[in-house]
């Protein structure tokens, strides 16, 4: 089994649409959490950190439930430029960062 | 402030021959990670470093593979020999502490023919 598991998509939405993305992890003593975003042909950059409270970050809300193990990541009135590869990353309590394998989002016109 | 920078942005080489791929973290960061990823497999952690120190290199793929961190602002990946399923892009990624934000470098776009 995979350490974080992620759902695939691809996600085809239009704009203005609300998506929704979950990613479960298999180490319940992981620490921290995140959510990045990949453009095509791009690094990965940080898109929001992810508290136990669950956080809101404009369009975006990032949500933790430790008891299940899984983070999800919530895009509100989508927009074209949020087309793009969405990564959940967990770090262990070793240190470690492990990505999801990524979902593709695509909102079209 | 400069970010993690990576060299060479792009290589192509010939099978057989050894790759060389370099990463500065930035500077007061004591983790450093090399990532590799391709659109079969995603992004998998090759091996992180500590303070200098690897501490978990149980994704490098076979001994072709090696990494080290002389010193806390560089680090190398080498492959030797390389393969054709070597081809992917490299990234390096730097952090500080244990729980914080991973920044990345532009990445290393190998082709093996």
């Known amino acids: 089994r995979k350490e974080v598991e992620q759902d695939p998509g691809p996600f085809n939405v239009p704009e203005g649409a609300t998506v929704a993305f979950n990613c479960t992890y298999s180490?319940?003593?992981?620490?921290?959490f995140f959510w990045y975003r990949q453009d095509c042909r791009k690094e990965p950059k940080l898109l929001m950190s992810?508290?136990?409270s669950g956080n809101e970050d404009g369009r975006f809300t990032a949500q933790l439930n430790r008891a299940s193990q899984y983070i999800s990541l919530l895009i509100r009135d989508s927009k074209l430029s949020d087309s793009a590869t969405y990564l959940c990353?967990?770090?262990?309590?070793?240190?470690?960062?492990?990505f999801g394998d990524g979902t593709t989002l695509t909102v079209k016109p | 402030d400069a970010g993690v920078i990576q060299s060479p942005r792009h290589e192509v080489t010939e099978m057989g021959q050894e790759v060389t791929l370099r990463c500065k973290p930035i500077?007061?960061?004591?983790?450093l990670f090399w990532y590799r990823q391709t659109m079969m497999r995603g992004l998998e952690l090759l091996i992180y470093?500590?303070?200098?120190?690897?501490?978990?290199d149980s994704g490098m793929p076979e001994d072709r593979f090696s990494a080290k961190m002389p010193n806390a602002s560089f680090s190398t990946l080498k492959i030797q020999p390389s393969e054709p399923r070597d081809s992917a892009v490299y990234f390096c990624?730097?952090?500080?502490?244990?729980?914080?934000?991973?920044?990345f470098g532009e990445g290393s776009r190998l082709t093996v023919l």
């Open positions: 990624a730097s952090r500080q502490g244990s729980w914080g934000e991973l920044f």
């Open positions: 180490n319940s003593a992981s620490q921290s």
């Open positions: 992810v508290y136990s």
């Open positions: 990353v967990v770090n262990s309590n070793a240190g470690k960062s492990t």
């Open positions: 500077s007061g960061h004591d983790y």
């Open positions: 470093f500590n303070n200098n120190v690897p501490i978990d």
